[in-house]
């Protein structure tokens, strides 16, 4: 018999770039990605799941180490389901972002940082279940971490109206 009580309650959280979130509660996060690349991290066994964005591929010790950084963002989120009792063998990732427009930038910065990601989660054994990278365009991502169900919403130019707290009452 299941009641209300025993239904898992759903949150919602707005992933802002630089951020890491590792929820307690089953939660849909959602984020919008242009060149910034998103790495979520599910446990098959526990059915627990956390997510990043980050906006640079990397930064060298010693200089200012914050999860503005693919190689400081991906370990950290890694490290953090680690202790939150995950298995590094129970995880497994799904890859977003990394679009380059080069009318407003020469320098392919998303597709550093898609490589960071991908070079951190193949060292540390990490299978990369799905992907969207690349391209022109941007993506607003939506994560949910009961499930592991993600969905992509992709956009030629990104709408104030896409980032949290959203207008007209959505």
Same mark, same amino acid.
């Given at each position: ?37 998103? @790495?979520? /991290? ?6 627990? !799941?956390?997510?990043?964005?980050? +906006?640079?591929? &990397?930064?060298?010790? $010693? ?11 991906? @370990?950290? /989120? ?6 939150? !009792?995950?298995?590094?063998?129970? +995880?497994?990732? &799904?890859?977003?972002? $990394? ?34 990278? $690349? ?36």
């Amino acid at each position: 018999m299941n009641t209300d009580s025993q239904k898992p309650v759903t949150l919602d959280y707005f992933l802002k770039p630089g951020y890491i979130y590792l929820p307690e509660k089953p939660t849909v996060i959602s984020t919008v990605l242009g060149s910034s690349v998103s @790495v979520s /991290l599910y446990d098959r066994t526990r059915k627990t !799941g956390g997510m990043n964005h980050f +906006l640079f591929p &990397q930064v060298d010790a $010693g200089e200012q180490t914050t999860a503005l950084y693919g190689n400081i963002s991906v @370990v950290t /989120l890694i490290r953090m389901m680690l202790e939150n !009792g995950s298995d590094l063998s129970n +995880l497994e990732a &799904q890859l977003f972002g $990394g679009a380059h427009n080069p009318a407003s930038c020469p320098r392919d910065i998303g597709e550093d940082n898609v490589k960071t990601a991908r070079n951190i989660l193949n060292q540390k054994q990490i299978k990369i279940s799905s992907e969207d990278v $690349g391209g022109q365009l941007g993506r607003k991502i939506v994560f949910n971490t009961l499930n592991n169900e993600i969905l992509i919403l992709k956009v030629g130019r990104l709408r104030d109206s896409d980032w949290y707290p959203y207008e007209d009452g959505r």
